[in-house]
């Protein structure tokens, strides 16, 4: 890298060592020691093999722009798989976070590896400003036209430990719906939202709940509560076409005791109300 100078506004600071990393370079501060510890770095190196930089104490990295607009971007990383039978499965981006410290108090936050958050700060603009924490793109965009085995855009998993405990609850994911405003449209807390226009040689389904291949006893697939006030309804269909409100997939339902009029009752479905066991019965057409 030979010499190039880094500076601050009131530190200065003077890179030597050698032209790549394989031996170590230095930041020698010129100057002053302990007045400003912000470095400005006006010109970015190229390192040519792997650096690690170690942070003590409260020390962090803070990049900061603040003219970003358009298609300009902030921090860009970008990264090419290259090998032809291993897949890149630790990411062109992995932030891991470990504790070893043993914790023997807690202000009631978790341990948290990644953190992202948009704010308007603005104080006008509010028929055209739109906020957005997080945007996400997994896709096969060959130009030769080759395709996929599968594609998955999020892959989260929440594991309590062989062998561990966990006191508390365990989710995969926890969406808050915070409405301490006024929002004129409608208060949603997930949109499934199928653009597909290609031709689809399986079944499509907007949620699917489906159960791994262990013997586990499962109590609900969806659970509906309330802590405090209430749903006016638990499912609704509002909107949109649709061939079947509801459709199961069992065959046979739980027996019946007796039959209708005409004697051609096939089943029924068994709810729970408050608790009891209650039936719904069903017939092979709609005249019986």
């Known amino acids: 890298m030979g010499n190039m100078g880094i500076y601050s506004s009131r530190k200065f600071y003077q890179l030597t060592g050698q032209t790549a990393l394989g031996a170590a370079d230095t930041l020698r501060p010129i100057g ?10 006006n010109a970015i190196p190229t390192f040519t093999e792997s650096v690690t930089f170690t942070l003590a104490g409260t020390e962090n990295i803070n990049i900061a722009n ?7 971007k902030g921090v860009y990383i970008e990264m090419e798989a ?11 981006l992995h932030v891991e976070l470990g504790r070893s410290t043993t914790m023997t108090a807690s202000d009631g936050n978790p341990d948290v590896a990644v953190k992202i958050t948009n704010s308007d700060w603005q104080d006008g603009g509010a028929g055209y400003a739109r906020v957005r924490g997080m945007d996400i793109k997994a896709q096969n965009d060959g130009d030769n036209g080759n395709s ?11 594991e309590c430990a062989t062998g561990m405990a966990n006191s508390g609850n365990m989710s995969v994911a926890e969406f808050n719906m915070k409405n301490n405003g006024t929002i004129t449209g409608t208060n949603i807390g997930i949109i499934i939202q199928d653009e597909s226009q290609g031709a689809t040689t399986s079944n499509t389904f907007g949620l699917q709940i489906k159960t791994a291949n262990y013997n586990l006893t499962r109590e609900a697939a969806i659970d509906i509560s309330s802590t405090n006030g209430s749903w006016t309804t638990g499912i609704a269909a509002a909107s949109g076409n649709m061939t079947n409100l509801f459709s199961t997939f069992i065959t046979n339902g739980p027996a019946v005791a007796t039959a209708d009029a005409s004697g051609d009752v096939e089943g029924s479905i068994k709810i729970l109300v408050a608790g009891t066991a209650k039936y719904l019965h069903y017939w092979p057409n709609p005249a019986s």
């Open 32 to 41: 002053v020691l302990d007045e400003d510890d912000t470095i400005a770095i």
């Open 66 to 72: 603040s003219t970003l607009e358009g298609g300009t």
């Open 82 to 92: 290259g090998n032809v039978a291993i897949a890149c499965r630790q990411g062109a």
């Open 148 to 158: 996929t085995v599968w594609i998955n855009t999020i892959y989260a998993t929440a």
